[in-house]
Protein backbone atom coordinates (compact mmCIF):
# COMPACT_ATOMS: atom_id res chain seq x y z
CA UNK A 1 0.00 0.00 0.00
CA UNK A 2 0.81 3.89 -0.74
CA UNK A 3 1.39 5.43 2.32
CA UNK A 4 1.53 9.12 3.29
CA UNK A 5 2.74 10.42 6.61
CA UNK A 6 3.05 14.21 8.50
CA UNK A 7 4.22 15.50 11.92
CA UNK A 8 2.20 18.64 12.83
CA UNK A 9 1.98 20.96 15.44
CA UNK A 10 5.10 21.63 18.33
CA UNK A 11 7.68 19.40 17.74
CA UNK A 12 8.02 16.47 20.28
CA UNK A 13 10.88 14.02 21.39
CA UNK A 14 9.87 10.04 20.03
CA UNK A 15 8.54 11.57 16.47
CA UNK A 16 11.32 10.37 14.92
CA UNK A 17 11.05 6.96 16.73
CA UNK A 18 7.41 6.93 15.45
CA UNK A 19 8.41 7.65 11.98
CA UNK A 20 11.08 4.55 12.05
CA UNK A 21 8.37 1.90 13.43
CA UNK A 22 5.75 2.58 10.87
CA UNK A 23 8.41 2.17 8.34
CA UNK A 24 10.11 -0.39 9.55
CA UNK A 25 6.90 -2.45 10.18
CA UNK A 26 5.45 -1.32 7.06
CA UNK A 27 8.21 -2.35 4.54
CA UNK A 28 8.81 -5.86 6.45
CA UNK A 29 5.51 -6.85 7.27
CA UNK A 30 3.19 -5.56 4.95
CA UNK A 31 5.36 -4.33 1.71
CA UNK A 32 4.46 -1.02 1.78
CA UNK A 33 6.06 2.47 0.41
CA UNK A 34 5.55 5.42 2.10
CA UNK A 35 5.59 9.10 1.04
CA UNK A 36 6.51 11.67 3.96
CA UNK A 37 5.37 14.99 3.76
CA UNK A 38 6.81 18.18 4.81
CA UNK A 39 6.18 20.48 7.65
CA UNK A 40 2.84 19.22 8.73
CA UNK A 41 -0.42 20.57 6.56
CA UNK A 42 1.71 22.79 4.89
CA UNK A 43 2.95 19.99 2.60
CA UNK A 44 -0.39 18.58 2.02
CA UNK A 45 -1.20 22.09 0.51
CA UNK A 46 1.35 22.54 -1.47
CA UNK A 47 2.98 19.17 -2.49
CA UNK A 48 6.42 19.00 -0.27
CA UNK A 49 7.42 15.65 0.19
CA UNK A 50 10.17 13.06 0.54
CA UNK A 51 10.63 9.77 0.05
CA UNK A 52 10.14 7.48 3.43
CA UNK A 53 12.17 4.47 2.98
CA UNK A 54 14.01 2.36 5.12
CA UNK A 55 17.48 4.22 4.20
CA UNK A 56 15.88 7.68 5.04
CA UNK A 57 14.83 6.33 8.94
CA UNK A 58 18.08 4.63 9.58
CA UNK A 59 19.93 6.23 13.11
CA UNK A 60 17.03 8.65 13.34
CA UNK A 61 15.87 6.52 16.79
CA UNK A 62 17.78 8.80 19.21
CA UNK A 63 16.85 11.75 17.21
CA UNK A 64 15.26 14.74 18.70
CA UNK A 65 12.88 16.76 16.26
CA UNK A 66 11.41 15.35 13.46
CA UNK A 67 12.83 14.82 9.93
CA UNK A 68 9.91 15.56 8.39
CA UNK A 69 9.66 19.08 9.69
CA UNK A 70 6.35 20.30 11.33
CA UNK A 71 4.45 23.61 11.55
CA UNK A 72 0.88 24.95 12.85
CA UNK A 73 0.04 25.22 9.54
CA UNK A 74 -3.96 24.87 9.14
CA UNK A 75 -5.58 24.26 5.97
CA UNK A 76 -8.97 25.15 7.17
CA UNK A 77 -7.86 28.46 7.81
CA UNK A 78 -5.82 28.73 3.99
CA UNK A 79 -8.77 28.58 0.40
CA UNK A 80 -9.29 25.97 -0.71
CA UNK A 81 -6.66 24.45 2.01
CA UNK A 82 -8.82 21.26 2.49
CA UNK A 83 -9.30 20.66 -0.89
CA UNK A 84 -5.79 21.38 -1.51
CA UNK A 85 -4.68 18.55 0.81
CA UNK A 86 -6.64 15.99 -1.28
CA UNK A 87 -5.27 16.91 -4.39
CA UNK A 88 -2.39 16.20 -3.27
CA UNK A 89 -2.72 12.85 -1.73
CA UNK A 90 -4.34 12.33 -4.99
CA UNK A 91 -1.32 12.93 -7.02
CA UNK A 92 1.00 11.31 -5.15
CA UNK A 93 -1.11 7.97 -4.99
CA UNK A 94 -1.35 8.10 -1.56
CA UNK A 95 -4.19 4.95 -0.30
CA UNK A 96 -3.80 5.91 3.44
CA UNK A 97 -2.68 8.75 5.65
CA UNK A 98 -0.95 8.72 9.21
CA UNK A 99 -0.83 12.06 11.47
CA UNK A 100 0.87 12.49 13.98
CA UNK A 101 0.06 15.36 16.09
CA UNK A 102 -1.78 16.99 18.83
CA UNK A 103 -5.44 17.61 18.78
CA UNK A 104 -5.01 20.59 16.29
CA UNK A 105 -3.01 18.51 13.60
CA UNK A 106 -5.82 15.60 14.12
CA UNK A 107 -9.19 17.58 13.94
CA UNK A 108 -7.79 18.41 10.42
CA UNK A 109 -7.31 14.38 9.78
CA UNK A 110 -11.12 14.08 10.94
CA UNK A 111 -11.59 16.85 8.45
CA UNK A 112 -9.94 15.01 6.06
CA UNK A 113 -11.69 11.63 7.10
CA UNK A 114 -14.88 13.01 6.29
CA UNK A 115 -13.98 13.75 3.08
CA UNK A 116 -13.20 10.19 1.99
CA UNK A 117 -9.59 9.72 2.87
CA UNK A 118 -8.29 6.82 5.06
CA UNK A 119 -6.69 8.50 7.79
CA UNK A 120 -5.38 6.96 10.74
CA UNK A 121 -3.87 9.50 14.17
CA UNK A 122 -0.90 8.87 16.40
CA UNK A 123 -1.32 11.33 19.76
CA UNK A 124 1.48 13.96 20.22
CA UNK A 125 1.88 16.31 23.21
CA UNK A 126 4.67 17.26 25.43
CA UNK A 127 1.93 18.51 27.33
CA UNK A 128 0.43 14.66 27.79
CA UNK A 129 -3.31 16.39 27.44
CA UNK A 130 -4.53 14.51 24.39
CA UNK A 131 -7.96 13.03 25.30
CA UNK A 132 -8.75 9.53 25.35
CA UNK A 133 -5.31 7.63 25.38
CA UNK A 134 -3.56 7.80 28.84
CA UNK A 135 0.06 9.07 27.66
CA UNK A 136 1.76 10.75 24.60
CA UNK A 137 5.40 10.34 23.68
CA UNK A 138 7.51 13.09 24.72
CA UNK A 139 5.99 13.69 28.30
CA UNK A 140 8.15 11.62 29.96
CA UNK A 141 11.60 13.16 28.42
CA UNK A 142 10.10 16.74 29.13
CA UNK A 143 9.50 15.66 32.65
CA UNK A 144 13.13 14.17 32.80
CA UNK A 145 14.38 17.54 31.30
CA UNK A 146 12.58 19.72 33.90
CA UNK A 147 13.30 17.70 36.66
CA UNK A 148 17.17 18.08 35.70
CA UNK A 149 16.84 21.63 35.77
CA UNK A 150 14.99 21.82 39.22
CA UNK A 151 17.91 19.64 41.11
CA UNK A 152 20.56 22.63 39.65
CA UNK A 153 18.22 25.53 41.09
CA UNK A 154 17.80 23.87 44.53
CA UNK A 155 21.36 23.45 44.93
CA UNK A 156 21.52 27.54 43.57
CA UNK A 157 18.33 28.13 45.42
CA UNK A 158 19.60 26.85 48.76
CA UNK A 159 23.25 28.35 48.63
CA UNK A 160 21.48 31.72 48.18
CA UNK A 161 18.39 31.94 50.72
CA UNK A 162 15.87 32.21 47.44
CA UNK A 163 12.97 31.52 46.00
CA UNK A 164 13.19 30.25 42.48
CA UNK A 165 9.93 30.40 40.46
CA UNK A 166 10.51 27.73 37.62
CA UNK A 167 7.44 28.13 34.60
CA UNK A 168 7.35 24.67 32.60
CA UNK A 169 5.12 24.04 29.37
CA UNK A 170 1.53 23.06 30.02
CA UNK A 171 -1.20 25.27 27.65
CA UNK A 172 -4.46 23.43 29.28
CA UNK A 173 -2.76 21.04 31.69
CA UNK A 174 -0.52 21.13 34.23
CA UNK A 175 0.71 17.65 33.50
CA UNK A 176 3.97 18.50 33.26
CA UNK A 177 4.60 21.13 36.09
CA UNK A 178 2.82 17.71 38.16
CA UNK A 179 4.95 14.70 37.31
CA UNK A 180 8.02 16.98 37.22
CA UNK A 181 7.12 19.71 40.52
CA UNK A 182 6.84 15.49 42.42
CA UNK A 183 10.00 14.37 41.09
CA UNK A 184 11.54 17.51 41.55
CA UNK A 185 10.83 18.05 44.70
CA UNK A 186 8.80 21.36 44.61
CA UNK A 187 7.46 23.20 47.32
CA UNK A 188 4.42 24.82 45.81
CA UNK A 189 3.09 23.69 42.13
CA UNK A 190 0.69 25.45 40.16
CA UNK A 191 -1.26 24.29 37.57
CA UNK A 192 -4.20 25.74 35.15
CA UNK A 193 -6.57 23.22 36.49
CA UNK A 194 -6.38 25.40 39.74
CA UNK A 195 -6.44 29.10 39.77
CA UNK A 196 -3.78 29.90 42.01
CA UNK A 197 -4.28 32.64 45.31
CA UNK A 198 -1.23 34.44 45.42
CA UNK A 199 -1.40 35.47 48.48
CA UNK A 200 -2.15 31.64 50.00
CA UNK A 201 1.54 30.78 47.77
CA UNK A 202 3.14 33.45 49.99
CA UNK A 203 1.97 32.64 53.19
CA UNK A 204 3.07 28.96 52.50
CA UNK A 205 6.70 30.03 51.10
CA UNK A 206 6.82 32.20 54.70
CA UNK A 207 5.36 28.83 56.70
CA UNK A 208 8.46 27.08 55.00
CA UNK A 209 10.76 29.80 56.02
CA UNK A 210 9.50 29.95 59.61
CA UNK A 211 10.56 25.83 59.87
CA UNK A 212 13.94 26.78 59.21
CA UNK A 213 13.71 26.17 55.64
CA UNK A 214 15.56 29.55 53.79
CA UNK A 215 14.71 28.52 50.13
CA UNK A 216 11.46 27.41 48.06
CA UNK A 217 10.80 25.92 44.31
CA UNK A 218 7.83 26.70 43.07
CA UNK A 219 7.06 24.74 39.68
CA UNK A 220 4.05 27.00 37.48
CA UNK A 221 2.75 25.43 34.54
CA UNK A 222 2.80 28.84 31.61
CA UNK A 223 -0.74 28.24 31.69
CA UNK A 224 -1.50 28.74 35.26
CA UNK A 225 -4.06 31.37 36.32
CA UNK A 226 -4.04 33.93 39.30
CA UNK A 227 -7.53 33.34 40.88
CA UNK A 228 -9.75 36.48 40.65
CA UNK A 229 -12.35 37.10 42.52
CA UNK A 230 -15.22 34.84 41.87
CA UNK A 231 -13.73 34.22 38.47
CA UNK A 232 -11.39 31.59 37.54
CA UNK A 233 -8.59 34.03 36.47
CA UNK A 234 -6.50 34.51 32.83
CA UNK A 235 -3.66 32.97 32.07
CA UNK A 236 -0.73 35.33 30.99
CA UNK A 237 0.02 35.96 27.40
CA UNK A 238 3.12 36.63 25.78
CA UNK A 239 1.64 38.65 23.14
CA UNK A 240 -1.12 39.16 21.77
CA UNK A 241 -0.14 36.81 18.61
CA UNK A 242 -2.64 33.74 17.35
CA UNK A 243 -1.77 30.62 15.82
CA UNK A 244 -3.61 29.04 12.79
CA UNK A 245 -5.41 27.27 15.31
CA UNK A 246 -6.60 30.07 17.17
CA UNK A 247 -4.37 29.40 20.03
CA UNK A 248 -2.55 32.62 22.05
CA UNK A 249 1.18 32.71 23.04
CA UNK A 250 1.58 32.03 26.19
CA UNK A 251 4.84 32.61 28.67
CA UNK A 252 5.62 34.95 31.29
CA UNK A 253 3.77 33.91 34.33
CA UNK A 254 6.84 33.14 36.71
CA UNK A 255 8.21 36.80 36.13
CA UNK A 256 5.10 37.87 37.10
CA UNK A 257 4.85 35.62 40.35
CA UNK A 258 8.35 36.14 41.57
CA UNK A 259 7.77 40.07 41.40
CA UNK A 260 4.43 39.27 44.03
CA UNK A 261 6.33 36.73 46.10
CA UNK A 262 9.17 38.88 46.59
CA UNK A 263 6.94 41.90 47.33
CA UNK A 264 4.74 39.64 49.69
CA UNK A 265 7.32 38.59 51.59
CA UNK A 266 10.17 40.13 51.71
CA UNK A 267 12.79 36.85 50.42
CA UNK A 268 14.97 37.29 47.37
CA UNK A 269 12.96 35.83 44.21
CA UNK A 270 14.08 34.50 40.77
CA UNK A 271 12.71 33.66 37.87
CA UNK A 272 13.72 30.59 35.58
CA UNK A 273 11.78 29.97 32.42
CA UNK A 274 12.37 26.50 30.81
CA UNK A 275 10.50 26.84 27.60
CA UNK A 276 11.51 24.99 24.36
CA UNK A 277 14.47 23.49 25.79
CA UNK A 278 11.52 21.20 26.86
CA UNK A 279 11.29 19.84 23.93
CA UNK A 280 14.72 19.61 22.48
CA UNK A 281 16.91 16.90 22.11
CA UNK A 282 16.91 13.17 22.54
CA UNK A 283 13.95 11.45 23.41
CA UNK A 284 14.34 9.16 27.00
CA UNK A 285 14.26 5.22 26.75
CA UNK A 286 10.61 5.11 27.85
CA UNK A 287 9.45 7.81 25.41
CA UNK A 288 11.57 5.51 22.57
CA UNK A 289 9.72 2.63 23.47
CA UNK A 290 5.93 4.69 23.79
CA UNK A 291 6.35 6.24 20.41
CA UNK A 292 7.59 3.07 18.64
CA UNK A 293 4.76 1.24 19.94
CA UNK A 294 1.98 4.28 18.78
CA UNK A 295 3.94 3.72 15.33
CA UNK A 296 3.61 -0.49 15.26
CA UNK A 297 0.14 -0.22 16.46
CA UNK A 298 -0.71 2.73 13.98
CA UNK A 299 0.65 0.68 10.75
CA UNK A 300 -1.47 -2.38 12.05
CA UNK A 301 -4.87 -0.14 12.31
CA UNK A 302 -4.06 0.23 8.62
CA UNK A 303 -4.10 -2.71 7.70
CA UNK A 304 -6.86 -3.51 9.31
CA UNK A 305 -8.81 -0.79 7.76
CA UNK A 306 -9.71 0.92 10.97
CA UNK A 307 -9.21 4.55 9.40
CA UNK A 308 -11.14 7.50 11.43
CA UNK A 309 -9.24 6.40 14.45
CA UNK A 310 -6.56 6.78 16.35
CA UNK A 311 -3.93 4.88 18.11
CA UNK A 312 -4.15 5.11 21.68
CA UNK A 313 -2.64 3.73 25.17
CA UNK A 314 -4.80 2.54 27.46
CA UNK A 315 -3.77 0.54 30.69
CA UNK A 316 -0.45 0.22 29.12
CA UNK A 317 -2.17 -1.45 25.84
CA UNK A 318 -2.24 0.18 22.11
CA UNK A 319 -5.77 0.13 21.04
CA UNK A 320 -7.69 1.88 18.62
CA UNK A 321 -10.16 4.72 19.57
CA UNK A 322 -12.01 6.99 17.20
CA UNK A 323 -10.44 10.13 16.26
CA UNK A 324 -13.36 12.58 17.58
CA UNK A 325 -12.99 11.14 21.02
CA UNK A 326 -9.23 12.26 21.12
CA UNK A 327 -10.27 15.82 19.55
CA UNK A 328 -13.05 16.62 21.31
CA UNK A 329 -12.22 17.14 24.77
CA UNK A 330 -8.66 18.01 26.36
CA UNK A 331 -7.18 15.42 29.34
CA UNK A 332 -6.79 17.53 32.38
CA UNK A 333 -4.77 16.37 35.58
CA UNK A 334 -7.02 13.88 37.21
CA UNK A 335 -7.65 14.71 41.27
CA UNK A 336 -6.24 11.49 42.45
CA UNK A 337 -2.72 13.08 40.58
CA UNK A 338 -3.46 16.80 42.72
CA UNK A 339 -3.74 14.38 45.44
CA UNK A 340 -0.67 12.81 44.99
CA UNK A 341 1.16 16.39 45.64
CA UNK A 342 -0.90 17.61 48.07
CA UNK A 343 -0.15 14.75 50.39
CA UNK A 344 3.34 16.04 50.34
CA UNK A 345 2.59 19.98 51.35
CA UNK A 346 1.74 20.96 54.86
CA UNK A 347 -1.61 21.41 55.46
CA UNK A 348 -2.70 24.66 55.48
CA UNK A 349 -6.25 26.08 57.33
CA UNK A 350 -7.58 26.34 53.96
CA UNK A 351 -6.74 23.18 52.77
CA UNK A 352 -8.05 21.87 56.22
CA UNK A 353 -11.22 23.42 56.08
CA UNK A 354 -11.66 22.64 52.24
CA UNK A 355 -10.70 18.32 53.76
CA UNK A 356 -8.15 18.43 51.51
O1 LIG B 1 1.63 22.20 22.46
C1 LIG B 1 2.73 22.00 23.22
C2 LIG B 1 3.39 23.29 23.59
O2 LIG B 1 4.65 22.88 24.00
C3 LIG B 1 2.69 24.12 24.68
O3 LIG B 1 2.92 23.69 25.97
C4 LIG B 1 3.23 25.48 24.42
O4 LIG B 1 2.36 26.48 24.87
C5 LIG B 1 3.37 25.51 22.95
O5 LIG B 1 3.55 24.19 22.52
C6 LIG B 1 4.51 26.38 22.45
O6 LIG B 1 4.42 26.44 21.09
P1 LIG B 1 5.47 27.10 20.10
O7 LIG B 1 6.50 26.06 19.80
O8 LIG B 1 4.66 27.42 18.89
O9 LIG B 1 6.07 28.27 20.77
Partial sequence: MKI??????????????????????????????????????????????????????????????????????????????????????EKNGVQALIAIGGDDTLSVAQKLHERGTRVVGIPKTIDNDLGGTDYTFGFDTACNIVCEALDRVHTTAEAHNRVMVVEVMGRDAGWIALYSGIA??????????????????????????????????????????????????????????????????????????????????????????????????????FDRVLATRYGLGAIDMVHRGEFGSMAALRANKIVSIPLVDAITRNRAVDDEMIQVADGLFARTADREAAGR
Wanted: glycine fraction near 14%.
Fill in 184 to 285: GGADVILIPERPFDVDKVADSIRERHERGLYFSIIVVAEGAKFSSEGGQGSPVLSDMGKDEFGHVKLGGIANILAREIEKRTGFETRAVVLGHIQRGGSPSA
Fill in 4 to 89: GMLTGGGDCPGLNAVIRAIVRKGVFTYEDEFVGFLEGWRGLIENLSMPLDLEAVAGILPRGGTILRTSRTNPAKRPDGIDRCLDTL
